[in-house]
């Protein structure tokens, strides 16, 4: 291999994680509501959506850097995550004779009402916040002199692959060592049980469909600097969710990371290696190999590990 | 401490419990025993409210709780060890017993009802780092034993405590009972181990589809010649 193939394999690698992260924090939303209400939300992309145009709209009113607007559109999110959890899901939920499935179709209904009134107010033109430091790099020439091959990296994609981590470690913080973590894990793994443990599980389910919007909204501000946002981009990051939740094994956080990562990377690969436009077939033969190959998800191979020693 | 008053049972249309009625006084270890089927575990469930009866009322300590929300109850003092353990697996033991004491005193004193637990089942603290998906059977029921402790309750239901277990450990987990009971903590046991239930508990319920059929003290309802070639196989 000689140093331009190295450097191009190495620096896909780096956009690969990069974006692999911002995907894990997308997938942990998603894992999170499927493990505590046994429904897979199929309006967890047009909630990013949302949450892109809180962000586009700060940006554009009040000149307020993406970033920060994680703090006021990830708590708006977590509020419309309330709202559609305890009026439109939970008294669906309530009724025996519905399937499950049915209340999969309503998240359904709801990403589709929600992508449509986004067409009504924003119409449906790309927009995007041209921020200072989009084309902004770190080049590893300037860190070493002499060095043989040439990586860059991205000031925009690090800190939003930095500000991702840092909130998914708070998100592990809150879930291991708080009594309203454990409360919502021991809902996931056992409602009967957890009932008797005095667990408020039907509030459990509410703080859980908030928490879940809330951090997909923050993904959708770590996005919008380095992406652009219409209406039905919505559709495209629900499915890399599910994929995600499904590669990384239902109901599981470090699945839905190790998830996240993996389909960044490979992502990144077939953009590289294949073009642009296969970016989309790679997520599909990945889902499918998934499948196929790894029932149980990422999760059921590191668990298999543990327990075969 | 604990009525049930006349109460009806269904799953949908089909009504498993009838009329059935029972008590348990301050103290005591009272029993529930029939054959599977019977309607053991209904009872208990709708006891703590994962249930509703149809018809009758259940009162806790004097006040009605038949209509109270599942989750309040373990406030009020009534602790619930399920059938199959029910622990969460994907938690540690330290964590599953974190789950136990959620609420009110029992959040306040968590460690040390923790050392009680611990020194109640020494074999716990050498595994409270470990899942509990991946703990042999016996350490699940103490650690599902010690969960229900955990809420400092004044009831305590055991539903099948020794199902699945080896004998020697069925030994250990009937002692354990008769502890707890010695602290002062009301005992209701739903078992299938009718001989051991029978020596260890003050008064005993049995069950027939559904129906209670003879009550009794302990070694009354041991005595009797239905029973007897019923359950105890003499």
Avoid at chain 1, 34 to 43: D, F, P, S
Wanted: hydrophobic share 50%; with cysteine; aromatic share 10%.
């Amino acid at each position: 291999m000689s140093s331009a193939q190295l450097e191009v394999l190495l620096q896909t690698l780096i956009s690969g994680l990069l974006l692999g992260g911002l995907y894990a924090l997308i997938g942990i939303g998603m894992t999170l509501i499927m493990g505590v209400m046994k429904i897979i939300n199929l309006a967890h992309g047009e909630l990013m959506m949302v949450a892109m145009y809180i962000a586009y709209g700060l940006f554009t009113l009040f000149h307020l850097d993406p970033y920060l607007s994680v703090f006021i559109a990830a708590p708006a999110l977590f509020v419309l995550g309330v709202l559609l959890q305890r009026f439109l899901i939970n008294p669906v939920l309530k009724v025996d004779s519905i399937l499950p499935e049915n209340q999969v179709i309503l998240t359904v209904g709801i990403g589709m009402v929600l992508a449509n009134l986004a067409t009504v107010f924003f119409t449906s033109d790309y927009r995007s916040t041209p921020v200072d430091y989009a084309t902004k790099a770190w080049y590893l020439s300037d860190f070493w002199k002499g060095s043989p091959i040439e990586l860059s990296l991205s000031f925009p994609w690090s800190i939003s692959f930095l500000i991702a981590v840092a909130i998914t470690i708070a998100l592990w913080f809150f879930l291991a060592k708080t009594d309203t973590g454990k409360s919502i894990r021991a809902t996931a793994q056992d409602n009967d049980a957890a009932l008797l443990m005095g667990v408020n599980v039907g509030r459990m389910r509410v703080i859980t469909f908030g928490l879940g919007s809330a951090l997909v909204g923050a993904a959708g501000c770590l996005f919008i600097p380095i992406y652009y946002l219409y209406p039905d981009l919505g559709g495209q990051f629900t499915l890399i969710a599910f994929v995600i939740t499904i590669l990384g094994g239902l109901g599981s956080t470090v699945g839905a990371i190790v998830g996240g990562l993996i389909l960044g990377v490979f992502e990144s690969l077939t953009a590289t290696y294949a073009g642009m436009g296969w970016a989309p077939v790679g997520r599909f033969v990945i889902f499918i190999a998934a499948l196929i190959f790894i029932p149980g998800g990422v999760v059921s191979l590191l668990r298999r590990q543990k327990w075969g020693r | 401490m604990l009525e049930v008053r006349h109460i009806d049972v269904s799953y949908g249309d089909v009504q498993v419990i009838w009329d059935v009625s029972f008590s348990v006084r301050k103290g005591e270890v009272v029993a529930l025993i029939g054959a599977n089927g019977a309607g053991k575990s209904t009872i208990l469930k709708t006891v703590s409210g994962l249930l509703r009866p149809g018809k009758g009322e259940i009162l806790f300590s004097e006040s009605p709780i038949h209509l109270t929300e599942a989750f309040h109850l373990i406030e009020k003092g009534i602790a619930h060890v399920p059938e199959g353990r029910r622990l969460f697996p994907e938690m540690t033991v330290d964590e599953n017993l974190d789950t136990g004491s959620l609420k009110g005193t029992a959040r306040a004193g968590r460690e040390e009802t923790r050392e009680t637990v611990f020194n109640l089942f020494p074999r716990l603290r050498e595994r409270r780092k470990q899942l509990c998906g991946t703990l042999s059977g016996g350490e699940q029921q103490m650690v599902a034993v010690g969960r229900g402790l955990m809420s400092r309750p004044r009831l305590i239901m055991f539903d099948e405590p020794s199902l699945g277990l080896a004998p020697i450990l069925v030994k250990e987990i009937f002692h354990v009972i008769t502890r707890i009971r010695e602290e002062g903590v009301t005992v209701l046991i739903v078992e299938q181990n009718v001989k051991q239930t029978l020596a260890i508990a003050d008064r005993a319920y049995v069950l027939e589809n559904g129906r209670v059929v003879l009550e009794g003290a302990g070694a009354e309802v041991a005595g009797n010649e239905h029973v007897k070639t019923a359950y105890l196989g003499i």
